[in-house]
């Protein structure tokens, strides 16, 4: 990001100023925060948290809606800042942040690390992060890639030996192709990690939500469940057990959901869809754990 970037909107910092005023934000070497009351010069390493969300209770005089929250260190404090408007325009405002806070980061990546659920063999690569509106990806490895966001089925993190040195790892998975491919990568300082996670983690958990809504038959389960099993790809006479028509209006039923793609006589499950189902997974886990107890 080497033009600056301006923006206007409502914001409020309790360290500068006693309500919300119309603001002038700008992306540049650092970030600015110009208004009436104050003028601030918040630098790119002093950013330790960026989120969206409902008011956080510090706020909630002011706001009542969405509110992107930036965490940042001042003089030795930390001091929040919070910026009011849209939801669309707050996750506006935090792409641009994401990218002019994490793009061009040295990152060790491993890709793919599993596709399909099998182990590749590949080894750690030290690259450039690239992060642009709704994608993630590397560049200056020898094979380039670029991840769009909203096909993130999962997020872990894990500790291990990176290069020699003990450290923090995040595991990535994304469908393509309908198949499950899985990176690992790590940030240094482990503040850049966090910041990433967030930035992973918004698109995720939008869909996250949105699925938990779905009332689905239990026949449309079971077949996601078995899709699942087989990694992602299968053909439709072996996912049900009724009739052909019947199994045709469920595999529609998915479809105008977007769980599943119908492709050349397969079924493919989405990013949706896997992420539906592993969220079923983990709450029967949860469930089986607490009753065994």
């Not at 469908?175 to 992973?200: C, I, M, N, W, Y």
């Not at 938990?212 to 990694?231: E, G, M």
């Not at 397969?266 to 869809?273: A, K």
């Amino acid at each position: 990001m080497s033009t600056p970037i301006e923006l206007s909107a409502t914001a409020f910092c309790e360290c500068a100023q006693t309500e919300p005023l119309t603001t002038s934000l700008t992306l540049g070497d650092d970030l600015r925060v110009d208004n009436e009351a104050c003028s601030l010069a918040i630098d790119r390493s002093a950013v330790f948290d960026v989120k969206i969300g409902s008011s956080p209770r510090a706020a909630t005089e002011f706001f009542t809606g969405t509110v992107l929250t930036i965490g940042f260190e001042l003089d030795g404090r930390r001091e929040v800042l919070f910026v009011d408007g849209s939801r669309r325009s707050i996750e506006k405002y935090a792409g641009l942040l994401y990218r002019w806070l994490l793009d061009d980061t040295e990152v060790a990546i491993r890709h793919p690390a599993e596709v399909g659920g099998r182990v590749t063999g590949e080894t750690f690569d030290i690259g450039t992060l690239r992060v642009t509106p709704g994608k993630v990806g590397c560049t200056g490895i020898t094979y380039p890639f670029g991840v769009n966001l909203d096909r993130i089925v999962h997020l872990s993190q894990s500790e291990g030996e990176l290069l020699g040195d003990r450290r923090t790892m995040v595991s990535v998975q994304y469908v393509k192709d309908g198949r499950a491919v899985t990176l690992e990568l790590s940030l240094d300082p482990p503040r850049k990690q966090h910041l990433l996670g967030r930035h992973l983690r918004q698109e995720y958990d939008e869909i996250r939500r949105s699925v938990r809504t779905l009332d689905l038959p239990t026949v449309a389960v079971q077949a996601l469940y078995k899709l699942y099993s087989l990694r992602g790809t299968a053909t439709p006479s072996t996912l049900f057990d009724g009739s052909p028509t019947e199994s045709l209006a469920v595999l529609r039923g998915l479809s105008r959901a977007d769980l599943v793609r119908l492709s050349d006589g397969e079924v493919e499950l989405t990013s949706r869809g896997w992420i539906l189902v592993t969220e079923h997974v983990d709450t029967t886990a949860s469930h089986e754990s607490v009753t065994s107890d």
